[in-house]
């Protein structure tokens, strides 16, 4: 991340923490800070959704809708990839 975003994510005011990964059976699990839990009424058990973007990892709340809205985005892509493709061009 370049340094104008730094700066720009600190004067809004966001907090940011390091998180360390660990491994948790077949997978790596990552404990959120209490403080950021507590900010966004994050409890032990409760569903956040990981996005991937440009930048990192994105979490947010669980949200079904927006699981639904990126499984239909996800489809229309491979269904029109030849057309996408061609539009790119």
Do not use: N, Y
Not at 8 to 20: D, K, R, W, Y
Not at 54 to 62: E, H, Q, R, Y
């Amino acid at each position: 991340m370049a340094a104008r975003s730094i700066s720009m994510l600190l004067s809004a005011g966001v907090m940011a923490s390091e998180v360390t990964l660990r491994q948790s059976g077949g997978s790596v699990s990552a404990t959120i800070p209490k403080e950021l839990a507590r900010r966004f009424h994050l409890e032990p058990g409760d569903r956040v959704q990981a996005i991937e973007t440009a930048d990192g990892i994105l979490l947010t709340p669980f949200d079904p809708s927006v699981q639904q809205a990126l499984a239909l985005a996800s489809e229309a892509a491979k269904q029109f990839q030849p057309a996408l493709r061609e539009l790119a061009q």
